[in-house]
């Protein structure tokens, strides 16, 4: 008998039905104003994962990742991070400070919304709006100059807290005050910008549900309870899930320009350590290791909480 001609793998080739060649030919120029973002992930976030291999070496700046001359160390780096007198420091004070980004700047961008969506003057709203994005596209350094200025002995905040009897001093150099500054310049930065979502949200649910409510007697509080919140139940999980996921990511360059040699004890991340032992201290592999380790404990923070939102409020990632 003959073999058709193609091999015995042309018919395990499934063809593309005529509906779905039509969609990819209407959404071909979506496809084409994808590449670009698709090809920065590539060659931005895939290919230097290459390099996570040297968390188990003793890597050598120029020398090969494979090949004669490296030298294999296994966890070696993994054990000597868990076993630093660091490691519990760096791990609390990560998850101190990104609990209290979470707990603000999760949620005050959501009250943001919540009130803003109750204000009936347009022209009000829109001032408000654009007010609350504007920190947002300052630039990190100029907003560190502006804090440890107005904080300074006799800065601008400082001198107002005088006279309400608190002694004037540098704050930014107090390992107790480091989070408070930290999380209401990170959350004042960033909560405006984070309500955009919210609030696009909140336009898109239907008006008419919100004319029935008002005829069945309710008022504003409960039409927020009952209609709003519900309509924003899937974008809350989404955002707390990813935000979950990077509780270990604190704002390291944040915390680089605000900290100090007297707030090490309270504002060390791992961010920052990695910085030091990595770009400073050249110890390459051991702060591969570092964070090949977070990472790996982020995804399955991730996992985690993708798993609870899925039985939970039937959304999620995946």
């Known amino acids: 008998m003959k073999q058709e001609h193609g091999g015995p793998f042309k018919k395990a080739v499934p063809k593309l039905s005529a509906f779905e060649r039509n969609r990819i030919r209407e959404n071909l120029q979506l496809f ?3 590449l670009p973002v698709f090809l920065l992930l590539f060659v931005f976030c895939y290919i230097p994962m290459y390099g996570v291999i040297i968390a188990f070496q003793d890597y ?5 990742f494979i090949g004669k001359g490296v030298i294999w160390v296994g966890l070696k780096h993994f054990i000597r ?3 630093s007198e660091y490691f519990f420091r760096i791990l609390r004070n990560t998850l101190v400070l990104s609990g209290l980004n979470l707990a603000f700047g999760f949620t005050l961008p959501i009250l943001f919304a919540l009130l803003l969506d109750q204000v009936r003057n347009l022209t009000c709203r829109k001032f408000v709006q654009t007010a609350s994005y504007l920190p947002y596209f300052i630039s990190s350094v100029v907003v560190a ?27 930014l150099i107090s390992k107790q005050s480091f989070p408070a500054i930290y999380t209401v310049t990170n959350v004042w930065k960033g909560f405006g910008f984070g309500s955009i979502l919210y609030f696009a949200t909140i336009t898109s649910i239907d008006p ?37 996921g990077g509780i270990l990511g604190a704002n390291s360059d944040l915390i680089l320009l605000l900290y100090h040699p007297a707030t090490y004890e309270t504002a060390d991340v791992i961010g920052t350590y990695v910085y030091r032992q990595g770009i400073v201290g050249g110890e390459f592999s051991y702060t591969a290791a ?9 995804f399955a923070l991730t996992y985690t909480a993708n798993r ?4 939970l409020t039937d959304y999620g990632l995946w």
């Open 32 to 34: 084409v104003f994808l």
């Open 60 to 64: 050598i700046p120029g020398s090969p």
């Open 81 to 83: 991070f868990v076993k």
């Open 145 to 171: 100059g502006m804090v440890i200025t107005f904080l300074d002995t006799n800065g601008l905040i400082t001198t107002m807290l005088s006279f309400f009897g608190l002694p004037p001093m540098n704050y």
């Open 208 to 244: 008419q549900l919100y004319e029935s409510a008002k005829i069945d007697g309710a008022n504003r509080s409960q039409q927020v309870l009952h209609i709003t919140l519900p309509g924003l139940q899937r974008i809350i999980a989404i955002n707390l899930i990813m935000a979950i």
């Open 290 to 298: 570092v964070g090949l380790f977070m990472s790996v404990i982020a």
């Open 308 to 311: 609870v939102s899925n039985k």
